[in-house]
């Protein structure tokens, strides 16, 4: 099990650019999350997928981001005209769980992307 | 709207010295409580999942405690190694899987 991986590591942009993060995750799991995480803050949601139907997203998640999970396989999270303020760690995480099941839904997360936009 | 909050937001603590985390949280229906260890620059880490108030597990020096109102993590006699943010993260029964965090408890073990 090799865990979740996301590449890159870290991105430095200029305001105005776009950039595009890549998560792949456990091999066997299902859900697919994305987060973001600012200094000091715990993780944020922004978007979900089970297989390759995306099924949730944030408020926090404006027009300019898009992400996609072809084939339910690995995840892109795309940020168009990036901004100062999307300055964050972008994390992915992923689960396995039965369609329907009460039972909690254990996530686990990779190492994150470090944005910094200048 | 769920809601989590952790206290103490940092704490120090000598090698040996024995303590508690505490994590409150607001939910309608809990699916289940997370807690994740992170380290700097890195992803949470994962480390317990509860759901039954009265329910405890341990690992290694950890042991995490929940009741209907709050989540404890204790740490028994810390080691350096053991110096971390610890988050906690409430999963609602409604709706999606996803996780509400806490903003952190960031422990300091020093030798």
């Known amino acids: 099990d090799t865990g979740v991986s996301q590449d890159p590591r870290h991105k430095i942009t200029k305001r105005g650019q776009n950039v595009t993060f890549r998560c792949d995750p456990i091999s066997e799991h299902n859900r697919l999350y994305w987060y973001r995480q600012t200094l000091g803050q715990g993780p944020e949601f922004l978007t979900y997928f089970q297989n390759e139907a995306q099924l949730e997203k944030s408020r926090l998640l404006s027009d300019r981001f898009s992400a996609e999970r072809p084939k339910g396989s690995f995840s892109t999270l795309e940020i168009q005209r990036t901004e100062q303020g999307d300055s964050a760690m972008y994390l992915c995480a992923s689960s396995y769980s039965d369609r329907g099941s009460g039972n909690p839904d254990t996530q686990y997360f990779g190492p994150g992307t470090r944005l910094t936009v200048l | 709207e769920d809601q989590v909050t952790q206290s103490p937001e940092a704490l120090r603590l000598q090698e040996g010295e024995s303590s508690s985390l505490n994590c409150s949280y607001t939910v309608s229906g809990l699916r289940g409580l997370f807690w994740y260890r992170q380290d700097p620059g890195k992803g949470p880490e994962f480390l317990f999942t509860?759901?039954?108030a009265g329910e405890e597990k341990e690992k290694e020096r950890l042991k995490a405690t929940l009741t209907k109102k709050e989540s404890f993590l204790h740490i028994t006699a810390p080691k350096p190694e053991d110096s971390a943010t610890y988050l906690c993260a409430v999963q609602a029964m409604r709706g999606y899987s996803t996780l509400t965090f806490g903003k952190g408890t960031m422990l300091l073990v020093s030798p």
């Open positions: 509860l759901y039954s």
